[in-house]
């Protein structure tokens, strides 16, 4: 895993892409020049005590040549809503990179699928991937159109993206594994990809039952809440699949094979 430590990192640009999601960007060469996609960093607001634990944020984008990391956040608790309110130029302590990402060794051609903010780490795959000329077909996954973003982002590295909602307002009526069942029943030789997804248990789960009974090889990188990110505070438990114990998302993951956990 790589080295780790805890980075003075300037608020460098702060972008709303609609009502509830929204980017924030740091220069932060240090992390930027050894992260891989799937790897999360832990933020702190540096002057505040409340709320006193940094926030896991999966890396979103990088750029290793002008040194800056990218992270895509929604507002959904008193962390992020806390995040939503700082300005350009506020510093932030940033501790990482954290975890293991995914694995692209020989990857042929990819299906990624992100679910709500769970599309945050495979943006930054998706233009690792595209950028060794592996072919992706790309499945984003809202509650409705007001939560869509990203797709301009992700276009440029992609085959094809599909964009489902639950209520049908936007793209596909429907979740993201029935959008997948579809894809793969127009295209056969697409089970001879690698699925690569992030996003809630329910969805994970549904996802996993479509790749074990078509035999597709899968990563899946989980969703849950780490403290410490390394393995200390032991909370962020994912049963193992044999029920033979748990590992520790923070450092066993966050990203993992099929068949390695069990989606409860």
């Known amino acids: 895993m790589s080295k780790k430590f ?5 608020l460098i640009e702060k972008e709303w892409l609609n009502d509830s ?7 932060c060469p240090e992390i930027a020049q050894i992260c891989l996609p799937g790897q999360f960093v832990n933020l702190k607001m540096s002057d505040l005590y409340d709320p006193l634990l940094r926030r896991p944020m999966s890396i979103y984008k990088c750029n290793r040549q002008e040194g800056w990391i990218e992270f895509l956040l929604k507002v959904v608790g008193k962390g992020t809503l806390g995040f939503s309110t700082v300005k350009k130029g506020e510093f932030f302590g940033l501790f990482g990179p954290l975890g293991n ?5 020989e990857i042929q051609s990819a299906i990624l699928i992100g679910g709500g903010i769970g599309i945050a780490p495979l943006v930054f795959l ?3 991937l595209a950028g060794n000329g592996i072919s992706i077909n790309f499945i984003q996954g809202f509650r409705s159109k007001n939560e869509y973003c990203c797709g301009d982002e992700i276009m440029p590295f992609v085959n094809q993206l599909l964009i489902s909602t639950d209520d049908g307002s936007f793209g596909i009526q429907g979740d993201v594994a029935q959008v997948l069942n579809k894809l793969i029943a127009e295209n ?8 690569l997804a992030c996003g809630p248990n329910q969805m994970m789960k ?16 989980v969703e849950t809440h780490m403290a410490c990110g390394f393995g200390v505070c032991v909370g962020c438990p994912m049963p193992k699949s044999d029920g033979s114990g748990y590992y520790l998302s923070c450092i066993d993951g966050p990203v993992f094979n099929l068949g390695e956990i069990k989606f409860e």
């Not at 056969?188 to 699925?195: A, F, G, M, R, V």
């Not at 996993?208 to 597709?216: G, P, Y």
């Open 126 to 128: 998706a233009e690792e």
């Open 6 to 10: 805890v980075y003075h990192s300037e």
């Open 101 to 105: 990402g995914f694995n692209s060794n």
């Open 206 to 221: 549904s996802i996993e039952k479509i790749c074990l009974s078509q035999n597709i090889k899968a990563q899946f990188s």
């Open 21 to 27: 999601y929204f980017t924030l960007r740091f220069f």
């Open 188 to 195: 056969s030789s697409l089970k001879n990809s690698t699925l």
